[in-house]
């Protein structure tokens, strides 16, 4: 009976984490540099305005088609100041995470936070928008509807707090032996102040938390751009 209980001990998982760039490549930080776009009046961008368009009498169903079916996007200017400064200001990675026990580990719950700051975000890859349309179709008449988001098990939900924005990625069980990866996930805008990102794994198997930290390098490169920049763009 004590062989059994000493076996029994024995059998625990060990949980080890490493961190993939998109060319997954282990990386041991996780360093970045960007052009954070400061635009012009950005909270208080104009409305897309309609422009007169010519009858083409060529070509006389074309104007009424385009009238009737879509529709002016009026938030155009404010959703391209968003997308300009999301695609200039993200980086995305992996995490993977690798079960060398004698055990499985089950209801396994990986936290990636860092503290909550005005720009930073935390994003999964398949929910990052493309860029906007001044023009829409009846199928994309919400900005939220030009894409189709392929969140899958492995990608994260996000928790917003005061202090912190967190990641959790949910696996239902990790075998001995066997390594799962994550979603990608994009850090966004993030200030040249962060100097780590904080990870906390949970499993039923553990007898307490285990916690990482991935070192962070920034250079955020502050970046004044006019609202012709923006339409030019």
Same mark, same amino acid.
């Given at each position: 009976?004590?062989?059994?209980?000493?076996?029994?001990?024995?059998?625990?998982?060990?949980?080890?984490?490493?961190?993939?760039?998109?060319?997954d490549?282990?990386?041991? &930080?996780?360093?970045?540099?960007y052009?954070?776009?400061?635009?012009?009046?950005?909270?208080?961008?104009?409305?897309?305005?309609?422009?007169? !368009?010519? +009858?083409?009498?060529?070509h006389?169903?074309?104007?009424?088609?385009?009238?009737?079916?879509?529709?002016?996007?009026?938030?155009y200017?404010?959703?391209l100041?968003?997308?300009? !400064?999301?695609?200039n200001?993200?980086?995305?990675?992996?995490l993977?995470?690798?079960?060398?026990?004698?055990?499985?580990?089950a209801?396994v719950?990986? +936290?990636?936070?860092?503290?909550?700051?005005?720009?930073?975000?935390?994003?999964?890859?398949?929910?990052?928008?493309?860029?906007?349309?001044?023009?829409?179709?009846?199928?994309?008449?919400?900005?939220?509807?030009?894409?189709?988001?392929?969140?899958? !098990?492995s990608?994260?939900?996000?928790s917003?707090?005061?202090?912190?924005i967190?990641?959790?990625?949910?696996?239902?069980?990790?075998?001995?032996?066997?390594?799962?990866t994550?979603?990608?996930?994009?850090l966004?805008?993030?200030? &040249?102040?962060?100097?780590?990102?904080?990870?906390?794994?949970l499993?039923?198997?553990l007898?307490?938390?285990?916690?990482l930290?991935?070192?962070v390098?920034?250079?955020?490169?502050?970046?004044?751009?006019?609202?012709?920049d923006?339409?030019n763009?």
């Amino acid at each position: 009976m004590g062989a059994k209980f000493i076996e029994s001990q024995a059998r625990i998982p060990k949980l080890g984490l490493k961190i993939l760039r998109d060319d997954d490549n282990t990386i041991e &930080q996780l360093s970045f540099e960007y052009n954070n776009l400061s635009i012009e009046n950005q909270r208080n961008l104009p409305d897309l305005k309609e422009k007169p !368009q010519s +009858y083409n009498p060529l070509h006389p169903l074309e104007f009424n088609f385009i009238s009737a079916l879509s529709r002016l996007n009026r938030d155009y200017y404010r959703e391209l100041a968003e997308w300009a !400064q999301e695609s200039n200001g993200t980086t995305s990675f992996r995490l993977q995470l690798t079960n060398t026990g004698t055990s499985f580990a089950a209801d396994v719950k990986i +936290y990636l936070s860092a503290p909550a700051t005005e720009d930073l975000k935390l994003i999964n890859e398949d929910d990052i928008k493309p860029k906007p349309k001044r023009r829409l179709m009846p199928s994309e008449f919400s900005y939220n509807n030009l894409f189709t988001s392929n969140s899958t !098990q492995s990608s994260a939900y996000i928790s917003e707090e005061k202090d912190f924005i967190t990641a959790i990625f949910s696996f239902k069980k990790i075998q001995s032996g066997e390594t799962l990866t994550t979603d990608y996930i994009c850090l966004s805008r993030p200030p &040249q102040s962060l100097t780590s990102l904080n990870i906390k794994i949970l499993s039923d198997q553990l007898m307490e938390p285990l916690s990482l930290t991935i070192p962070v390098t920034i250079i955020e490169n502050k970046v004044a751009i006019t609202f012709q920049d923006l339409e030019n763009m």
